[in-house]
């Protein structure tokens, strides 16, 4: 019955931006912290980015830092990764997850490619 549903992939220059959301459902959104990964071919996953479940507290990668910012909206269930000054290496299949109790639950993913 968990479900995470990532949008707003897509192709961008570098230095351009994007903006990814995650709609959540399932689970009592408001009670968890969320997450954002990344996998480039060839390269094990990658924690990007997290956001605490009241939105008070986040963390990222060194490589994103500066450049990411994870936000959460509690009454729409959704939590957003505005990705900016994007390079080539940011290129990967961004996954929205939550850790709950028995396990982490993935969403399908969505594809950022960072092209001239």
């Known amino acids: 019955q968990v479900q995470l549903v990532e949008s707003g992939g897509g192709l961008v220059q570098p230095g351009g931006s994007l903006r990814l959301s995650c709609e959540a459902s399932?689970?009592?959104?408001?009670?968890?912290?969320m997450s954002w990964y990344r996998q480039a071919p060839g390269k094990e996953r990658e924690l990007v980015a997290t956001?605490?479940?009241?939105?008070?507290?986040?963390n990222y990668a060194d490589s994103v830092k500066g450049r990411f910012t994870i936000t959460r909206d509690n009454a729409k269930s959704t939590v957003y990764l505005q990705m900016n000054s994007l390079k080539p290496e940011d290129t990967a299949v961004f996954y929205c997850?939550?850790?709950?109790?028995?396990?982490?639950?993935w969403g399908q993913g969505t594809q950022v490619t960072v092209s001239s």
């Open positions: 997850t939550v850790r709950l109790t028995l396990k982490t639950y």
């Open positions: 399932g689970f009592t959104f408001s009670g968890y912290t």
């Open positions: 956001i605490t479940s009241g939105g008070g507290s986040t």
